[in-house]
């Protein structure tokens, strides 16, 4: 079974930056789409951004212009950078993947329900 592994939580001051990493066991295939996600409790899990095979991204108006992602096909690994990071980015972050090419990566941002594959998640803390 394909498994994802994030890592690189931890603390951070306002304005910092900060990097998540997932890694992806239990296939060689490239994921169709990938997606960053985050929940703060209490609240409704929220889309964060969404890469795809040919590196391609959108992301949420919250972190537009401050979050960006990149993959490695060839070593199975995604990367989200975090850059000047505000509290309210306060979250645990989930990375998810997903194989099917039924529908677009890019509509994928608002579709936690079309990701099959999930990390355990990984948090981040931004502070004043």
């Known amino acids: 079974a394909v498994q994802l592994v994030e890592s690189g939580g931890g603390s951070v001051q306002a304005g910092g930056s900060l990097s998540l990493s997932c890694a992806i066991s239990?296939?060689?295939?490239?994921?169709?789409?990938m997606g960053w996600f985050r929940q703060i409790p209490g609240t409704e899990r929220e889309g964060v951004i969404v890469?795809?095979?040919?590196?391609?991204?959108r992301s949420v108006d919250s972190v537009q212009g401050r979050f960006t992602a990149s993959r490695d096909n060839a070593k199975n690994t995604a990367i989200l950078i975090m850059n000047s990071l505000k509290p309210e980015d306060t979250a645990l972050y989930y990375c998810?993947?997903?194989?099917?090419?039924?529908?677009?990566?890019?509509?994928?941002?608002?579709?936690?329900?079309?990701?099959?594959?999930w990390g355990q998640g990984t948090n981040v803390t931004v502070s004043s």
């Open positions: 998810a993947a997903d194989y099917s090419t039924t529908t677009s990566c890019m509509s994928r941002i608002q579709a936690a329900g079309r990701f099959g594959v």
């Open positions: 239990g296939s060689s295939a490239t994921p169709f789409c």
């Open positions: 890469i795809d095979a040919d590196g391609r991204i």
